[in-house]
């Protein structure tokens, strides 16, 4: 029997290894999401969520506005499309109810990504059904989505650069806020080098669908960031390379909005 076992042993050993690096090299929390995933019916969830801000509207970027693809707001004659990217026809539908504006990506007459952005005073985000107050100087960016073939395609910056920018001069708005998961570091690490800063953290536990959120403030520019951000540094470091980093954020497409937020921000 043990002679059997021995070549099953060797193919599958270096197999087993490498999953538990690649494990050991993840955060806690997401190895922790994966096996509560894993539990019939899904009675609990965990997850740590971190709001940021970026205060003023944002650069044009010219350097990093490369690519064919046209940018321009989604209306409800875009519903099929967008269902094309994701199945979420009914969360479009009420979005377009609420009056959320919709940035649509274009190329070749097909939609390959999109972004919504909420200015109403208070936004229940969709996940834990935890309400978001969106201050008046301040737009809320929720639900990036590129299709795969096109996340390197510079779109997210075309999102915040164009339509972003010209969204924020026509309402008036100074602010921009939005929520990125824990463990999400190539999110999280774009939008620190475009120049967002991390103010709030968020740890949400959800049983059998009722959420419980505490929310901390991060206080001072040299706050720490999490420890599952790559290359470490303070929330002021990384806010001072926009200007260098340009380029080089455009070639990491995050999904900002993916993570949520119970705890209202502060008002400027």
């Known amino acids: 029997m043990s002679r059997a076992l021995l070549p099953i042993l060797r193919t599958s050993w270096p197999a087993l290894v490498t999953r538990v690096r690649l494990l050991r090299r993840r955060p806690l929390l997401l190895n922790v999401r994966s096996l509560l995933q894993r539990i019939p019916f899904k009675p609990l969830d965990v997850n740590c969520l971190y709001l940021l801000e970026y ?20 209306t409800l ?33 097909r939609i390959v990504g999109y972004q919504w952005f909420c200015d109403r005073p208070l936004y229940v985000e969709e996940r834990y ?8 100087d301040t737009v809320y960016e929720y639900d990036i989505f590129i299709v795969p073939e096109h996340r390197l395609a510079g779109l997210w910056f075309k999102f915040h650069c164009l339509y972003l920018r010209d969204l924020m001069g026509r309402l ?32 949400v536990i959800q049983i059998f ?30 806010g001072a390379e926009r200007a260098e980093s340009g380029s080089r954020a455009a070639r990491t497409e995050p999904a900002i909005g993916a993570a949520r937020a119970t705890n209202a921000p502060r008002s400027t």
């Open 55 to 74: 205060v003023g509207i944002p650069p044009e970027h010219p350097g990093s506005l490369r690519g064919r693809a046209e940018v321009r707001r989604g």
């Open 209 to 238: 669908g009722k959420a419980i959120c505490v929310g901390r403030a991060i206080r001072g520019d040299r706050a720490s960031l999490p420890r599952w951000i790559s290359g470490g540094g303070t929330a002021e470091s990384r």
């Open 77 to 109: 004659e875009d519903l099929d499309a967008l269902t094309q990217c994701q199945d979420k026809r009914l969360a479009f539908l009420n979005r377009f109810k609420a009056n959320d504006q919709c940035a649509v990506a274009v190329l070749d007459g």
């Open 172 to 203: 008036d708005r100074q602010r921009v806020i939005g929520l990125v998961d824990y463990g999400m570091r190539l999110s999280m690490n774009t939008h620190l080098r475009f120049g967002f800063r991390l103010f709030r953290r968020v740890l």
């Open 129 to 136: 059904s935890c309400p978001i107050e969106v201050p008046r």
